[in-house]
């Protein structure tokens, strides 16, 4: 209608006059008798004469002016450039074959089916749809050839490409293409009344209960869901996120058990039958449970189980960002380094399987890279300020691992790898914040000691090591300096040197009791030279037991407490053994060596073993009256092989080389400490006040040895 109009008003444009027009429309009648044409034309129009005709042709040519026409127009096509493609089509004499063109191509589109934006919906993408056509009834298609709108015009643009190649073309190719895109309207629509009809109808169809066997294929790849298949699927995916099945948590269980067995054996294959620590042993299950734990609750996390908001976020992400580096950094600074990284690739492996929903490999590999370099960062832990680079170090080694994962993939550009690579560098500080915080209770709960804690013992202000300096100066003085003599030694032999030097501090803490009985604390009289040689090995055993259990009263670590009660072994009071045996009378009974010897046990460690030695160097050391280098060299020599032959260092796991560094270590602090130091010049005054001081103590000494008294 619109284009026959348009072509009466060209022909009005171009000032025909009407009468010109009626005789064009006459002589067209001329080829048919009037009388015949009238006849067919009064049939059609109820026998409405010609001349009626002419004058409502006329009268619509009148009565519809060329601005009504235009609004027309710009309301049939709804268009941007309205005005631009009005003046194209004047210029056309809105031809036929255009609008035959624009007929056509909108049709085709048309009966492609387009549909509204808000119609269209990703979740329908790839299955069939129905299409309710008034003339062919159902027709059956796949919503992929259901276009937007959007999408249909975008075909236009492409169909009328070729009118371009024709004389004037261009033009024509613009105005079919304009008018095309302008009559283009959504001719579909979601019927949401049938959608709900339908769905209930499959609803009613499903049973109510169905059997699942071992083995059963629910649905295949690329097949269509069924509603039956995807109800099953939904019970399976609810069963499954509730909690972890009976059998795979069973046989993760007895994994983890083998596991244990077989580490733990391996552990203590070298330590000649000493007994398992069933603490460790309770710390290495409570560590290998948080690799898997974490694991758990990650799967369960992204299946939205426990938080609904995180459904949605990639079930890779969420294990990501799990602190699972944290158990490292508490496994290195309890078990040390060694142990802790067998801990890191059975944690690692036990984790990688209970995460079902992110590949093996990859979560193997992400775990065992940021756990080792946690390790690494806190093998010499001496300080809390220590978890920071460690914390630090594992974030980027996680970013690493991450983007080397995400690259094996091809994804390196997404989005998701940028949420991944935030997820990674945040599990590497929550572990290393979760890490400084379980210190302190993993101590208390398992009773394991630190270097943090030792450093804290060590502390000269504390209040034990303040009573034995003032109640026991010359101890406290011995036991400092044995201090940093095992301190060096156990750096040199790789025992630990915290342990040592705490446990050298507290190993003679028992003569805060009776000090004046101990050598070094003794200004004049020597007490035991009133008592019985047995007597006074009772008092020297005393110390022992005194000190382990003031040590155990003030809760020190037990690796402490083994270091006191074990820093004599059961070596011999050879002092008092040989003066009791040359007081023995002839009827006496002969002595027991037994009694005079420390009840032990002997040192089970190397830190303990380094305290015997170094006790016994430093007190020797004392005795020498001119403590050459050469001197001290052969005494500690002397000394250290006695200890080694007499038995006391069998269950030290000292050997021989470690001995031998250690004599080495002995021998260079005490020649520091004990070296002579030059003699300042003196006066003439002074040097004749000390040659009489030597004198009159010379002449004394002799008179008193010849039974003579002096007034000197």
């Known amino acids: 209608d619109i284009f026959r109009r348009g072509r009466l008003l060209t022909s009005s444009r171009q000032a025909e006059p009407q009468t010109a027009f009626q005789d064009k429309f006459s002589e067209t009648l001329q080829a048919e008798p009037q009388t015949n044409f009238q006849d067919k034309f009064s049939e059609t129009l109820q026998a409405e004469p010609q001349t009626a005709f002419q004058d409502k042709f006329s009268e619509t040519l009148q009565a519809e002016p060329q601005t009504d026409f235009q609004d ?19 210029q056309k004499g809105f031809d036929d074959i255009i609008e035959n063109r624009v007929a056509m191509r909108t049709l085709d589109i048309l009966n492609q089916g387009v549909m509204d934006e808000n119609d269209r919906r990703a979740d329908y993408a790839g299955r069939d749809i129905e299409i309710s056509r008034f003339w062919t009834g159902v027709d059956v298609v796949n919503y992929s050839s259901a276009l937007s709108l959007s999408g249909a015009k975008a075909m236009v643009d492409k169909s009328t490409e070729l009118f371009s190649l024709e004389p ?11 008018l095309t895109k302008g009559l283009l309207r959504p001719n579909l629509k979601f019927d949401q009344e049938a959608w709900d009809n339908r769905v209930n109808e499959a609803k009613a169809k499903i049973p109510t209960s169905f059997q699942l066997k071992a083995g059963e294929i629910i649905v295949r790849e690329g097949e269509i869901i069924t509603p039956l298949a995807a109800l099953k699927l939904e019970h399976i995916n609810n069963e499954s996120s509730k909690a972890l099945s009976l059998r795979p948590t069973v046989g993760l269980m007895v994994l983890l058990l083998v596991f244990l067995t077989v580490s733990q054996t391996l552990i203590h294959l070298d ?22 734990l974490l694991a758990w609750w990650a799967d369960h996390l992204s299946r939205g189980v426990l938080l609904k908001e995180l459904a949605h976020v990639e079930p890779r992400t969420i294990f990501i960002a799990m602190p699972i580096p944290a158990a490292a950094m508490l496994g290195a600074i309890f078990m040390g380094p060694r142990r802790t990284v067998y801990l890191c690739f059975l944690g690692s492996f036990l984790g990688a399987i209970a995460i ?51 690259l094996a993939d091809g994804n390196l550009l997404s989005v998701q790898h940028t949420y991944d690579l935030i997820a990674a560098a945040a599990s590497g500080i929550l572990s290393g914040i979760l890490a400084s915080g379980f210190v302190t209770l993993i101590e208390a709960t398992f009773g394991l000691t630190t270097n943090l ?26 036991s400092v300096i044995v201090g940093s003599m095992v301190e060096a030694a156990a750096e040199a032999i790789g025992a630990n040197p915290h342990l040592a030097r705490v446990g050298a501090y507290y190993h003679d803490i028992g003569k805060i009791r009776k000090p004046l009985y101990f050598v070094e604390n003794q200004t004049g009289e020597n007490k035991h030279e009133t008592l019985a040689p047995s007597l006074s ?30 820093h004599h072994g059961t070596s011999l009071m050879s002092y008092f053994f040989h003066k009791a045996k040359e007081n023995r009378n002839a009827n006496s009974p002969e002595i027991n060596e037994g009694d005079y010897r420390y009840p032990g046990p002997k040192p089970a460690s190397k830190e303990a073993g380094l305290v015997m030695l170094a006790d016994i160097c430093e007190a020797a050391t004392r005795s020498l009256t001119e403590p050459t280098p050469t001197k001290i060299y052969e005494l500690v020599r002397k000394l250290v092989n006695q200890v080694f032959n007499d038995g006391q260092l069998d269950s030290s796991e000292l050997v021989l080389r470690d001995v031998t560094e250690t004599i080495r270590v002995f021998n260079n602090i005490l020649v520091g400490i004990y070296h002579h130091r030059i003699a300042y010049p003196m006066t003439n005054q002074e040097v004749q006040n000390e040659q009489a001081a030597k004198s009159k103590v010379i002449y004394g000494h002799l008179n008193l040895e010849q039974g003579k008294k002096t007034t000197n």
Not at 168 to 178: E, I, K, M, N, W
Not at 356 to 378: E, H, K
Not at 554 to 560: A, G, I, T
């Open 168 to 178: 004037g073309g261009d033009s024509a190719a613009r105005l079919v293409s304009g």
């Open 271 to 292: 330590r000649d039958g000493s007994e398992t620590d069933y603490r460790e042993l309770a710390l290495t299950c409570f560590l290998l449970l948080w690799f898997v």
């Open 453 to 478: 804690k030792l450093m804290e013992l060590g502390n000269l202000n504390r209040p034990l090591l303040r009573d034995l300096m003032l109640a026991a100066p010359g101890t406290y003085h011995h």
């Open 356 to 406: 079902a929903r992110v590949d093996t490999l990859s979560a193997f590999l992400y775990s065992c890279n940021g756990c080792i370099v946690s390790i690494w960062g806190l093998r010499h832990i001496s300080e809390r300020s220590r978890f920071i680079p460690s914390a630090l170090l594992a974030s980027l080694v996680n970013c690493l691992t991450m983007t080397a994962l995400t």
């Open 72 to 90: 027309r127009f710009c309301k049939t096509f709804l268009l941007d450039d309205c005005a631009d493609l009005l003046n194209l089509a004047w």
């Open 537 to 566: 090995a009772l008092v020297l055993i005393g110390h022992v037991k005194e000190g382990a259990e003031m040590a155990r009263k003030e809760k020190l670590p037990q690796s402490v407490v083994d270091i006191v009660e074990q």
